[in-house]
């Protein structure tokens, strides 16, 4: 027992005697070394990359087989680039020229932007007269026809009845409805209206559902005791028909022939400025309400009322400067 007891003795004192000569007094650590030591320099303003990191591999006095320590260091770092964008005055030159609105000014857009934009509408708004005031180019191909049939002696109204509504001696006038009662009448109407626009055209429309005097005149001139059925085409006082006889004669080119007397609607041309194309205004006299009343009580309003002379039915009366 006394020889293993003295034993561990001896084996704790080299114990002790290795470990002062090893670590240093006070417990001190050990001083790094150069690559470890890495002071970290500030990074100037208008620099593009950033410098290399240390890494953990970098630590350590190099000594021993690098194989053995694999697994307490770390993998290699992978710099990147840092872009930085610098915003100067020097740069706003280059770029995009914006200059800063006034706040004390009218508008805050770019007064420069602003005439710019002006600038192209008007060009673009001038380019567009000029397109319409410029004549069709079918138009001078209807006049050479035309032309050549004067020169024949030859009448493309002839053949046709001879019935002339009131004011319409030199003027084309087409008897239509507004009424959507039936469908098809009223494409009808509409097909002829755009026939005669799309001709540029200047007639006279007679709605015979707004006015009950154009139904009379319509009836009277067809000698029909019955209501004709819209649209019904006249031209320089001579029957022409519905809207099936309008359509085949355009499409054998025989009604622009017709209608080389009428007046010619200009390109762009407005709408009247009276009645804004809707061929009726509203009376004066009755206000549109088409009854007139006496200053009696409201006991005998039914009684004291009297239709205006002035409009139609509905309070309307014809555009005096259009119909």
């Not at 020169?151 to 006038?173: I, N």
């Not at 009854?291 to 009696?296: E, P, Q």
Request: contains cysteine.
């Amino acid at each position: 027992m006394r020889g293993i007891r003295s034993r561990i003795l001896r084996t704790l004192q080299s114990a002790a005697a290795h470990s002062n000569g090893l670590l240093p007094a006070g417990g001190a650590r050990p001083p790094m070394t150069e690559k470890c030591n890495v002071l970290q320099e500030r990074v100037p303003a208008g620099a593009e990359a950033v410098p290399d990191l240390p890494t953990v591999s970098d630590c350590g006095d190099g000594g021993g087989d690098g194989d053995a320590d694999k697994e307490n260091r770390s993998p290699e770092a992978n710099p990147r680039k840092a872009k930085k964008m610098k915003m100067s005055a020097d740069d706003g030159a280059s770029g995009l020229c914006y200059r800063r609105p006034e706040l004390e000014s009218v508008t805050l857009f770019d007064p420069d932007l602003l005439a710019a934009f002006r600038g192209v509408v008007d060009a673009y708004y001038a380019q567009a007269l000029e397109k319409t005031a410029r004549r069709h180019p079918a138009d001078d191909e209807d006049d050479d026809i035309l032309a050549a049939l004067e020169d024949r002696g030859v009448d493309p109204l002839a053949g046709l009845e001879a019935l002339c509504p009131p004011g319409g001696e030199r003027a084309v006038v087409l008897y239509t409805t507004s009424l959507r009662g039936v469908r098809k009448t009223f494409e009808d109407c509409a097909t002829v209206r755009r026939l005669l626009d799309g001709l540029r055209v200047a007639f006279l429309e007679r709605d015979v559902s707004m006015h009950a005097p154009y139904r009379d005149e319509l009836r009277a001139l067809l000698h029909d005791d019955a209501m004709p059925v819209p649209p019904r085409l006249f031209v320089d006082g001579r029957y022409v028909g519905g809207a099936d006889e309008v359509v085949a004669l355009h499409e054998r080119s025989r009604l622009r022939p017709m209608l080389r007397r009428a007046a010619r609607r200009g390109a762009g041309e407005a709408a009247c400025a009276v009645c804004g194309g809707a061929w009726f205004v509203v009376c004066g006299g009755c206000s549109g309400r088409h009854w007139l009343f006496d200053g009696s009580g409201a006991a005998a309003v039914a009684a004291s009322r009297v239709p205006c002379p002035g409009c139609n039915e509905n309070g309307l009366v014809p555009c005096p400067l259009c119909s």
